[in-house]
């Protein structure tokens, strides 16, 4: 069958693999034959609230096959389908539902009541999957589902491949979080790419942990919808409840972020396990500490283990093939099937081996942008002079990652060619940070900043100016973030810095000598 | 101090998106995604903090962690050993 967009991934299973378990989520499955009728009804309830090809659904729900239904009668009909992460709080909410103009929000009782007083009068239509508000502008799931499915069937809107299917909201280099712009034929070139490098078959189970609102969460359900395999959704992150699901659930394939790995494999060593049905192993959201890269070999040696790069702009750049895990611990390797991987230096241009770089990546999962952000958009995803000769004045992505090539052209991540913090799979600015914070009256100026750590990969650091600021400050200031920030931007430190920062001889505040002063904590620390 | 349900829920509320009226001593924190796994290390280091005892990973499950009366529960029953 001829792939063109996203739905096409479940109608391919059909019929043969009709009663074929597509999604389990604890002790319920459903089949591909089940999903398919659900997003059917779904989308006919859609389109009897004249939701147009091309609007923005917003999904904000904790993981559940009614997520994946969402997603994929979006899809049906052409909308656009918005995953928030349900780790955003209510502000960030009301920001991506302004931003891309959503007026259909699916969500739950709890977090609707959480976000209703900001967000309440831009949405038309708030489909709850539990509980019931009684309020004329909300609707329950169940409603909806069995109204779309006594309403006359809509057929699959025919769409163009290079058009809109997602918008990921992540954070650029400053400001507020933005909203990547994934066409259909970005998620199912990256579906493909997946599958090959991982050899899925319609045999493979993967844990299905990581949101929807992450590349690597919605790649992990269209790749296995591609090979006809299964998702076991798991809403917990907890070490114990991950070996219950891959154990009672058959996984095949296991990918977690940093900090479930690293409470994984603590875990494990304290309570080894053979996991019989599982075949492969693998990273996303960061790299792995060295310790838990032992740990990964010592536990799952028998197992593949694939360590994996990339970036939502660009999905998936880089992997390293098992059999090179060993000699290339840590390594990000080479490029993934489909994917042309560049390392340019800015001065020098191209990067040979023993030399470092940006990484560029050309090809297929080359995003289309940052929505109505073309400002972004241009200063990331560009030609490059030094790639001129060789291709033109293609678009690549310009990831701002530095990286080195070893002397057999396998590539090693070195860090940033920004400020950007990575907490945990959630990247962010610092200048967001900093503009949240200086929201509070108190405070003046201030300085975030990232320091690695063990279990989140890096946390957010966070000193403050104000004339009138003083230690007795501190509790409140971190009363203020509590209230305005997402979990994962927290500062774990917090300091007060007397007097103005320093500045640089071009008039900017020097972070180094912050950061320098932070570190050997001679400051106030909350 | 010790772990109680009034001290338990005020670090909800004062820490988290969680309003009062929003859970009861039963309510599931995590399987229903009211915590995510910040809030685990969170919810965890408070305990730790609070009743004076150690969480060994292999505690990490949803049995001592997914209400406030499981909290509870597993609180008592390491601090009577």
């Given at each position: 069958?001829?792939?063109?967009?996203?739905?096409?991934?479940?109608?391919?299973?059909?019929?043969?693999?009709?009663?074929?378990?597509?999604?389990?989520?604890?002790?319920?499955?459903?089949?591909?034959?089940?999903?398919?009728?659900?997003?059917?009804?779904?989308?006919?309830?859609?389109?009897?609230?004249?939701?147009?090809?091309?609007?923005?659904?917003?999904?904000?729900?904790?993981?559940?096959?009614?997520?994946?239904?969402?997603?994929?009668?979006?899809?049906?009909?052409?909308?656009?389908?918005?995953?928030?992460?349900?780790?955003?709080?209510?502000?960030?909410?009301?920001?991506?539902?302004?931003?891309?103009?959503?007026?259909?929000?699916?969500?739950?009782?709890?977090?609707?009541?959480?976000?209703?007083?900001?967000?309440?009068?831009?949405?038309?239509?708030?489909?709850?999957?539990?509980?019931?508000?009684?309020?004329?502008?909300?609707?329950?799931?169940?409603?909806?589902?069995?109204?779309?499915?006594?309403?006359?069937?809509?057929?699959?809107?025919?769409?163009?491949?290079?058009?809109?299917?997602?918008?990921?909201?992540?954070?650029?280099?400053?400001?507020?979080?933005?909203?990547?712009?994934?066409?259909?034929?970005?998620?199912?070139?990256?579906?493909?790419?997946?599958?090959?490098?991982?050899?899925?078959?319609?045999?493979?189970?993967?844990?299905?942990?990581?949101?929807?609102?992450?590349?690597?969460?919605?790649?992990?359900?269209?790749?296995?919808?591609?090979?006809?395999?299964?998702?076991?959704?798991?809403?917990?992150?907890?070490?114990?409840?991950?070996?219950?699901?891959?154990?009672?659930?058959?996984?095949?394939?296991?990918?977690?972020?940093?900090?479930?790995?690293?409470?994984?494999?603590?875990?494990?060593?304290?309570?080894?396990?053979?996991?019989?049905?599982?075949?492969?192993?693998?990273?996303?959201?960061?790299?792995?500490?060295?310790?838990?890269?032992?740990?990964?070999?010592?536990?799952?040696?028998e197992k593949k283990i694939f360590l994996m790069y990339g970036q939502t702009e660009a999905f998936r750049s880089t992997f390293l093939p098992p059999n090179l895990f060993a000699a290339k611990k840590g390594a990000i390797g080479y490029p993934l099937p489909n994917?042309?991987?560049?390392?340019?230096?800015?001065?020098?241009?191209l990067c040979g081996r023993g030399e470092s770089g940006e990484l560029i990546h050309r090809g297929s999962f080359v995003c289309m942008g940052y929505w109505k952000d073309p400002d972004a958009t241009a200063h990331k995803i560009k030609a490059n002079q030094h790639?001129?000769?060789?291709?033109?004045?293609?678009?690549?992505?310009?990831?701002?990652?530095?990286?080195?090539?070893?002397?057999?052209?396998?590539?090693?991540?070195?860090?940033?060619?920004?400020?950007?913090?990575?907490?945990?799979?959630?990247?962010?600015?610092?200048?967001?940070?900093?503009?949240?914070?200086?929201?509070?009256?108190?405070?003046?100026?201030?300085?975030?900043?990232?320091?690695?750590?063990?279990?989140?990969?890096?946390?957010?650091?966070?000193?403050?100016?104000?004339?009138?600021?003083?230690?007795?400050?501190?509790?409140?200031?971190?009363?203020?973030?509590?209230?305005?920030?997402?979990?994962?931007?927290?500062?774990?430190?917090?300091?007060?810095?007397?007097?103005?920062?320093?500045?640089?001889?071009?008039?900017?505040?020097?972070?180094?000598?912050?950061?320098?002063?932070?570190?050997?904590?001679?400051?106030?620390?909350? | 101090?010790?772990?109680?349900?009034?001290?338990?829920?005020?670090?909800?509320?004062?820490?988290?998106?969680?309003?009062?009226?929003?859970?009861?001593?039963?309510?599931?924190?995590?399987?229903?995604?009211?915590?995510?796994?910040?809030?685990?290390i969170e919810l965890v280091g408070f305990i730790e903090k609070t009743a004076g005892i150690k969480f060994g990973v292999l505690d990490l499950n949803l049995e001592n962690l997914d209400s406030i009366n499981r909290v509870i529960h597993y609180v008592d029953a390491?601090?009577?050993?």
């Amino acid at each position: 069958m001829y792939l063109q967009n996203l739905y096409d991934l479940v109608s391919k299973n059909l019929p043969e693999l009709k009663s074929t378990t597509a999604l389990t989520f604890g002790k319920t499955k459903i089949t591909y034959g089940e999903l398919d009728e659900s997003c059917r009804a779904l989308a006919a309830w859609l389109v009897s609230q004249d939701v147009q090809r091309g609007d923005r659904i917003g999904i904000y729900v904790s993981k559940s096959i009614e997520e994946v239904i969402v997603t994929f009668a979006c899809a049906y009909i052409g909308a656009v389908f918005v995953n928030i992460s349900s780790q955003r709080n209510a502000a960030q909410v009301a920001h991506v539902i302004e931003n891309c103009n959503i007026g259909i929000l699916v969500t739950d009782l709890r977090r609707w009541r959480h976000i209703s007083e900001a967000s309440g009068a831009q949405l038309k239509r708030v489909l709850l999957l539990r509980g019931e508000a009684g309020d004329p502008i909300t609707v329950s799931y169940d409603q909806a589902i069995a109204l779309g499915a006594n309403a006359s069937p809509v057929r699959p809107t025919a769409l163009v491949d290079t058009e809109l299917a997602a918008l990921l909201y992540t954070s650029g280099s400053t400001g507020l979080p933005k909203g990547v712009m994934l066409s259909h034929d970005n998620i199912l070139k990256s579906a493909i790419a997946s599958a090959r490098h991982l050899e899925n078959s319609a045999e493979d189970r993967v844990l299905g942990l990581s949101p929807l609102s992450f590349d690597f969460g919605l790649n992990q359900v269209t790749s296995m919808f591609l090979v006809g395999g299964s998702v076991a959704l798991q809403a917990v992150a907890m070490p114990a409840e991950i070996v219950n699901t891959v154990l009672e659930q058959g996984v095949t394939g296991l990918g977690l972020v940093p900090t479930s790995w690293v409470l994984l494999l603590r875990y494990l060593d304290e309570a080894p396990n053979q996991f019989p049905d599982l075949r492969y192993v693998t990273n996303t959201g960061g790299k792995l500490p060295p310790q838990a890269l032992d740990a990964l070999e010592r536990h799952f040696g028998e197992k593949k283990i694939f360590l994996m790069y990339g970036q939502t702009e660009a999905f998936r750049s880089t992997f390293l093939p098992p059999n090179l895990f060993a000699a290339k611990k840590g390594a990000i390797g080479y490029p993934l099937p489909n994917a042309e991987i560049f390392v340019v230096d800015p001065v020098n241009g191209l990067c040979g081996r023993g030399e470092s770089g940006e990484l560029i990546h050309r090809g297929s999962f080359v995003c289309m942008g940052y929505w109505k952000d073309p400002d972004a958009t241009a200063h990331k995803i560009k030609a490059n002079q030094h790639l001129v000769d060789l291709i033109g004045h293609e678009k690549v992505v310009h990831t701002g990652d530095i990286v080195s090539v070893d002397a057999d052209g396998c590539m090693w991540y070195v860090g940033r060619n920004d400020l950007m913090i990575k907490c945990s799979g959630f990247r962010m600015s610092p200048t967001e940070i900093e503009d949240i914070v200086c929201r509070e009256p108190l405070i003046e100026e201030a300085v975030a900043f990232g320091v690695d750590h063990e279990e989140f990969g890096q946390v957010v650091h966070l000193a403050v100016g104000g004339n009138q600021l003083t230690d007795d400050h501190l509790p409140d200031i971190m009363k203020f973030c509590r209230s305005e920030m997402p979990s994962y931007m927290m500062p774990h430190k917090l300091a007060i810095w007397n007097g103005p920062f320093p500045v640089t001889a071009h008039g900017k505040i020097d972070r180094p000598k912050v950061v320098n002063a932070l570190r050997e904590s001679q400051l106030t620390v909350a | 101090m010790t772990v109680d349900r009034s001290t338990l829920i005020s670090f909800l509320t004062n820490n988290f998106d969680v309003v009062k009226d929003d859970i009861n001593d039963d309510t599931p924190l995590f399987s229903t995604g009211v915590l995510d796994s910040f809030g685990m290390i969170e919810l965890v280091g408070f305990i730790e903090k609070t009743a004076g005892i150690k969480f060994g990973v292999l505690d990490l499950n949803l049995e001592n962690l997914d209400s406030i009366n499981r909290v509870i529960h597993y609180v008592d029953a390491k601090t009577a050993r």
